[in-house]
């Protein structure tokens, strides 16, 4: 009976402790509501309190922007002021210098409008003076006009003839002293060299017994000797010597290097002999080429064909009257430079017909004829150029020199060997230059005649006065100078003489 009651009061025991427990849960949920709903109330009030501290910073804010702005508008307003005012003295100003210019504008029209009223008053007391003086003279303007012209333009013509006389005559004195310096100088600046002209050739031996072996058993080593060497070999009482002699001076210098070879080798016989003069006769061949090659070398020319420097080497073993004729040439090729230098000739021709001039004298005893036409001929043939080869068959005058470069050589060539300054002209030459002197002179306008005088070293020309004045016969002087130094091969300068003379021709009756 008891653990029902038991049961039922735990059961209302549980019941009374849950409803306490509920009803303290409300009281604490209540509690924590109400707690936060003052916190709630706090944080509105705080953003109320910040919300209104913002507002008013902003209202500071804007009160302040806008006074600025209205500071700014202020300023503003004042340099626009300023600006305006500054703007309007400027219109005024401008206004102001404007009416000056248009009264200075029209003070120039007044004086424009005077100046061209004095103007036309000028002119018509110019027009009425230029008529009177019309009157009074007899001519138009234009004819006044022309004759002052052609009073003026004949005194500078006379003026300019006169000075242009002066001119040559200080010109053709300057020119001899000039020459005469030329000559001395062309002297005294090429060195010559001279060696004794010799035909026979002296060759020392060291004892009298090599004679005899020269000459061996029966004489067949000097018939060797002399039949390999082209010579004549002379054994006489001359001690510890023999002698060469021959007309041929390569050979003769080819007989002599040989004996002295076979000498100090002293094996002597007939085929040694050949040998030896085999040998140095290509060793003399190689001397006389290296020979015309120094030669052109030393004088300047180049572009020689072998052949022709063989030649020319030869010169080396020859000689004319005491003088080395190789240093003949090259002597004779810088007298030539120098001169032509001076003279405002082709120097490189000069030079190579000064060094070429002699060259057949290397081969004047193999051909027939003179030692210039020899050596133009050969030049020729080995490709020198036909200028060259005029000079070289020209300087000694027997055949028409064609060049003032070959006057220039023919110098040259009588200063480096005898310096006679002798020249020569043969009567056909002269005739052929005089005439060509007078068809050149006839060849111009307004020419009338023309005579070659003073064995054609001056020109004087006879001029039609109507159609040549005195302006036109310098110039004609000049064009005819001109032709003569294009058309024409001479020696020295000719002169041109233009003569222009005015006949007045009347008859009494």
Same mark, same amino acid.
């Given at each position: 009976?008891?653990?029902?009651?038991?049961?039922?009061?735990?059961?209302?025991?549980?019941?009374?402790?849950?409803? *306490?427990?509920?009803?303290?849960?409300?009281? @604490? =949920? /209540?509690?924590?509501? %109400? +707690? !936060?709903?003052?916190? $709630?109330?706090? &944080?509105?009030?705080?953003?109320?309190?910040?919300?209104?501290?913002?507002?008013?910073?902003?209202?500071?804010?804007?009160?302040?922007?806008?006074?600025?702005?209205?500071?700014?508008?202020?300023?503003?307003?004042?340099?626009?002021?300023?600006?305006?005012?500054?703007?309007?003295?400027?219109?005024?100003?401008?206004?102001?210098?404007?009416?000056?210019?248009?009264?200075?504008?029209?003070?120039?029209?007044?004086?424009?409008?005077?100046?061209?009223?004095?103007?036309?008053?000028?002119?018509?007391?110019?027009?009425?003076?230029?008529?009177?003086?019309?009157?009074?003279?007899?001519?138009?303007?234009?004819?006044?006009?022309?004759?002052?012209?052609?009073?003026?333009?004949?005194?500078?013509?006379?003026?300019?003839?006169?000075? *242009?006389?002066?001119?040559?005559?200080?010109? @053709? =004195? /300057?020119?001899?002293? %000039? +020459? !005469?310096?030329?000559? $001395?100088?062309? &002297?005294?600046?090429?060195?010559?060299?001279?060696?004794?002209?010799?035909?026979?050739?002296?060759?020392?031996?060291?004892?009298?017994?090599?004679?005899?072996?020269?000459?061996?058993?029966?004489?067949?080593?000097?018939?060797?000797?002399?039949?390999?060497?082209?010579?004549?070999?002379?054994?006489?009482?001359?001690?510890?010597?023999?002698?060469?002699?021959?007309?041929?001076?390569?050979?003769?210098?080819?007989?002599?290097?040989?004996?002295?070879?076979?000498?100090?080798?002293?094996?002597?016989?007939?085929?040694?002999?050949?040998?030896?003069?085999?040998?140095?006769?290509?060793?003399?061949?190689?001397?006389?080429?290296?020979?015309?090659?120094?030669?052109?070398?030393?004088?300047?020319?180049?572009?020689?064909?072998?052949?022709?420097?063989?030649?020319?080497?030869?010169?080396?073993?020859?000689?004319?009257?005491?003088?080395?004729?190789?240093?003949?040439?090259?002597?004779?090729?810088?007298?030539?430079?120098?001169?032509?230098?001076?003279?405002?000739?082709?120097?490189?021709?000069?030079?190579?017909?000064?060094?070429?001039?002699?060259?057949?004298?290397?081969?004047?005893?193999?051909?027939?004829?003179?030692?210039?036409?020899?050596?133009?001929?050969?030049?020729?043939?080995?490709?020198?150029?036909?200028?060259?080869?005029?000079?070289?068959?020209?300087?000694?005058?027997?055949?028409?020199?064609?060049?003032?470069?070959?006057?220039?050589?023919?110098?040259?060539?009588?200063?480096?060997?005898?310096?006679?300054?002798?020249?020569?002209?043969?009567?056909?030459?002269?005739?052929?230059?005089?005439?060509?002197?007078?068809?050149?002179?006839?060849?111009?306008?307004?020419?009338?005649?023309?005579?070659?005088?003073?064995?054609?070293?001056?020109?004087?020309?006879?001029?039609?006065?109507?159609?040549?004045?005195?302006?036109?016969?310098?110039?004609?002087?000049?064009?005819?100078?001109?032709?003569?130094?294009?058309?024409?091969?001479?020696?020295?300068?000719?002169?041109?003489?233009?003569?222009?003379?005015?006949?007045?021709?009347?008859?009494?009756?």
């Amino acid at each position: 009976m008891n653990e029902p009651l038991i049961f039922v009061a735990i059961g209302t025991a549980l019941i009374a402790g849950l409803a *306490i427990g509920y009803f303290i849960r409300q009281l @604490q =949920l /209540e509690r924590q509501i %109400k +707690a !936060r709903q003052e916190e $709630a109330e706090k &944080i509105v009030e705080k953003a109320r309190g910040q919300a209104r501290d913002i507002e008013k910073q902003a209202r500071d804010n804007s009160t302040k922007q806008r006074k600025e702005a209205d500071d700014e508008i202020s300023r503003r307003r004042a340099d626009m002021a300023r600006e305006d005012e500054r703007l309007q003295r400027r219109r005024t100003d401008l206004d102001k210098r404007m009416e000056k210019v248009e009264k200075g504008d029209q003070a120039l029209n007044k004086r424009q409008s005077a100046m061209d009223k004095r103007a036309n008053e000028v002119e018509k007391y110019r027009t009425q003076i230029i008529g009177e003086l019309e009157s009074v003279s007899g001519m138009s303007k234009e004819e006044a006009k022309s004759r002052l012209l052609e009073e003026v333009e004949r005194e500078a013509r006379t003026d300019m003839v006169r000075i *242009i006389r002066r001119i040559e005559e200080e010109a @053709q =004195l /300057e020119g001899e002293r %000039k +020459a !005469r310096e030329l000559i $001395a100088d062309a &002297i005294q600046r090429v060195a010559s060299e001279h060696v004794s002209e010799v035909t026979v050739s002296v060759v020392p031996l060291p004892s009298d017994e090599m004679k005899g072996r020269i000459i061996g058993r029966n004489g067949r080593n000097i018939r060797a000797f002399e039949q390999a060497a082209g010579v004549d070999v002379i054994v006489d009482d001359t001690p510890e010597a023999v002698t060469i002699s021959c007309f041929d001076s390569v050979r003769r210098e080819v007989a002599r290097r040989s004996m002295e070879r076979l000498v100090v080798d002293g094996r002597i016989h007939p085929a040694h002999i050949e040998k030896i003069v085999g040998q140095v006769n290509t060793e003399v061949e190689k001397l006389i080429a290296e020979a015309g090659e120094q030669a052109a070398y030393d004088a300047g020319v180049h572009g020689l064909k072998p052949e022709v420097l063989n030649k020319l080497g030869r010169l080396k073993y020859r000689t004319s009257y005491g003088q080395n004729q190789l240093a003949h040439a090259v002597e004779s090729a810088q007298l030539s430079a120098v001169i032509a230098s001076e003279l405002g000739a082709d120097v490189e021709l000069a030079k190579a017909g000064g060094l070429l001039h002699d060259i057949g004298k290397a081969m004047d005893h193999e051909v027939e004829g003179t030692h210039a036409s020899i050596g133009a001929d050969f030049c020729r043939r080995h490709g020198v150029s036909d200028q060259v080869a005029s000079i070289i068959g020209s300087h000694h005058r027997e055949m028409a020199q064609e060049s003032v470069e070959a006057v220039i050589v023919e110098a040259a060539d009588a200063i480096s060997g005898a310096r006679p300054g002798a020249r020569r002209e043969g009567l056909e030459e002269y005739i052929k230059r005089v005439r060509a002197l007078e068809d050149i002179a006839n060849s111009f306008k307004g020419v009338s005649e023309s005579y070659a005088l003073q064995a054609g070293r001056e020109i004087r020309v006879i001029v039609q006065p109507e159609d040549i004045d005195d302006l036109d016969s310098l110039r004609l002087a000049r064009d005819v100078a001109s032709k003569i130094e294009e058309g024409m091969s001479y020696p020295g300068q000719i002169k041109v003489t233009v003569i222009r003379e005015t006949r007045a021709i009347d008859y009494a009756k």
